[in-house]
């Protein structure tokens, strides 16, 4: 990690955090209150009422509504975790520009981004804006462990969500039966 990627680190955790989530979410408020430092690249200010997240917006489904409210199971990094597993994203062990990177911490998966290129980074924060960034200037809390994917057909992985999310579905009712 460089010296630029800790200070931004440090930059973000005093500035984005939960108690003003709403400020990074909405465009007009993180245009008044946000002021990025320059190692952060603002590519898209947030949308009004977007619920894309950064999963979401790597895998190429932000367009895709009607999925994402039959079987909104992106956001959480178990889910992503179990797409590993299945195989449906595959590592990428020399990335190229379009690949996936995936962040995790101690415990879980907990964010995803675009490569652009070997050390720069294309992601959406949470709710909010999108930002391009070196690969380590990201939220503390997405921790260190990164590794990468090689970008995914939009529909394996859909397909891969619609499976995991019948199988939640079905352990739902034999847990309930």
């Known amino acids: 990690m460089t010296i630029e990627e800790k200070n931004t680190r440090n930059w973000i955790e ?3 955090r939960d108690d003003n989530e709403a400020d990074w979410n909405d465009p007009d408020r993180f245009q008044q ?3 990025l430092p320059s190692a952060l690249k603002l590519i898209q200010l947030p949308l009004k009422n ?6 979401v917006f790597a895998f190429g489904l932000d367009e895709d ?7 909104g199971l992106l956001g959480f ?3 992503v975790q179990k797409l590993i597993e299945d195989k449906v994203l595959l590592p990428s062990f020399e990335p190229i520009s379009g690949d996936y990177i995936i962040y995790k911490n101690d415990l ?5 981004g675009i490569v652009k290129n070997k050390e720069i980074v294309v992601s959406k924060w949470k709710f909010g804006p999108i930002i391009e960034h070196s690969t380590f200037a990201v939220d503390p ?8 994917y090689k970008k995914t057909d939009p529909n394996k992985i859909k397909k891969g969500l619609r499976k995991i999310c019948d199988q939640s579905y079905a ?3 034999r847990r309930n039966s």
């Open 65 to 71: 509504k009607e999925f994402l409210f039959s079987c």
């Open 141 to 148: 809390r997405y921790g260190l462990d990164i590794s990468y």
């Open 171 to 173: 352990d739902l009712i």
């Open 14 to 16: 005093q500035n984005y």
């Open 108 to 112: 879980d998966i907990t964010h995803a």
């Open 50 to 55: 977007n619920q894309c997240n950064c999963f």
């Open 33 to 35: 209150k946000i002021n």
């Open 77 to 79: 990094g178990t889910n």
